[in-house]
């Protein structure tokens, strides 16, 4: 009998050991992992066509295949890895004209859109701009002129056909009409004039940084634009030179 209980205290204590031993065994293969949320979507969506609206208005129709939303973000911001394109309107949702881009970002609290890769702007007359990066303030008044801008390389494809290289950009309002070009060169389309030419007046002409840093979402385009793609446009079309002939 007193074998007998010993017996079973030693399988006992022997028991719980192995329980025991069992129980940090699982414990040690669980894998515990930090995971931030900040740097993940709290939104995921796919197939995206999405009417946008200002004040009641409708502004915008957003299409991307692949919508994120990271509002865990010290700034929240939507991500759109896939591209997205956005039509803009105006108060009587006339179409006012579209910006595409390879990929962007959208910063809420700025309203600030940073669109990157063969970016491409059209307006409502039919002038397209081509460049690799974009900043646009949704919400800037309709006459402020720094509402779309780049300080990329830009080409402007005006609808005649004749085009524009800006090597330092360009800044619009939110018609992008007029388009204000920096460093421009290209093809353009002058008047003849009948008139004996006259001597050049020797007048110099002050041009823009050529140390011009990228633009981010802090910083301003900049501040002294050649003259506006439009008044191009008022030109008679009678002869097609290269301006840098």
Same mark, same amino acid.
């Given at each position: 009998?007193?074998?007998?209980?010993?017996?079973?205290?030693?399988?006992?204590?022997?028991?719980?050991?192995?329980?025991?031993?069992?129980?940090?065994?699982?414990?040690?293969?669980?894998?515990?992992?930090?995971?931030?949320?900040?740097?993940?979507p709290?939104?995921?969506?796919?197939?995206v066509?999405m009417?946008?609206?200002?004040?009641?208005?409708?502004?915008?129709n957003?299409?991307?295949?692949?919508? &994120?939303?990271?509002?865990?973000?010290?700034?929240?911001?939507?991500?759109?890895? &896939?591209g997205?394109n956005?039509?803009?309107?105006?108060?009587l949702?006339q179409?006012?004209?579209?910006?595409?881009?390879?990929?962007?970002?959208?910063? &809420?609290?700025? =309203?600030?859109?940073?669109?990157?890769?063969?970016?491409?702007a059209?307006?409502?007359?039919?002038?397209?701009?081509?460049? =690799?990066?974009?900043?646009w303030?949704?919400?800037?008044?309709?006459?402020?002129?720094?509402a779309?801008?780049s300080?990329?390389?830009?080409?402007?494809?005006n609808?005649?056909?004749t085009?524009?290289?800006?090597?330092?950009?360009?800044?619009s309002?939110?018609?992008?009409?007029?388009?204000?070009?920096?460093k421009?060169?290209?093809?353009?389309?002058i008047?003849e004039?009948?008139e004996?030419?006259?001597?050049?007046?020797?007048?110099?002409q002050?041009?823009?940084?050529?140390s011009q840093?990228?633009?981010?979402?802090?910083?301003?385009p900049p501040?002294?634009? &050649?003259?506006?793609?439009?008044?191009?446009?008022?030109?008679?079309?009678?002869?097609?030179?290269?301006a840098?002939?």
């Amino acid at each position: 009998m007193v074998f007998q209980k010993k017996s079973t205290v030693i399988f006992l204590l022997i028991s719980c050991i192995i329980a025991t031993i069992s129980c940090n065994s699982n414990n040690n293969d669980k894998l515990i992992v930090s995971v931030d949320v900040k740097a993940m979507p709290t939104i995921r969506s796919t197939d995206v066509s999405m009417l946008m609206s200002d004040s009641g208005v409708t502004r915008n129709n957003m299409k991307t295949k692949v919508w &994120e939303i990271y509002s865990k973000a010290d700034e929240p911001y939507w991500y759109f890895p &896939e591209g997205v394109n956005v039509e803009r309107f105006d108060s009587l949702f006339q179409a006012e004209g579209s910006i595409q881009a390879d990929t962007a970002y959208f910063f &809420e609290n700025k =309203s600030l859109w940073h669109a990157i890769g063969n970016v491409v702007a059209v307006n409502k007359e039919g002038t397209v701009i081509e460049t =690799s990066e974009l900043f646009w303030h949704e919400k800037a008044p309709a006459y402020d002129g720094n509402a779309i801008y780049s300080n990329k390389l830009v080409k402007i494809t005006n609808p005649d056909g004749t085009f524009n290289y800006g090597n330092g950009g360009f800044r619009s309002n939110q018609a992008l009409n007029p388009i204000y070009i920096f460093k421009l060169t290209g093809e353009f389309n002058i008047e003849e004039s009948k008139e004996p030419p006259q001597a050049p007046i020797d007048t110099p002409q002050q041009q823009p940084d050529s140390s011009q840093k990228p633009i981010d979402s802090q910083q301003k385009p900049p501040d002294s634009p &050649e003259k506006p793609i439009d008044s191009l446009r008022k030109i008679s079309v009678l002869k097609k030179i290269r301006a840098n002939e």
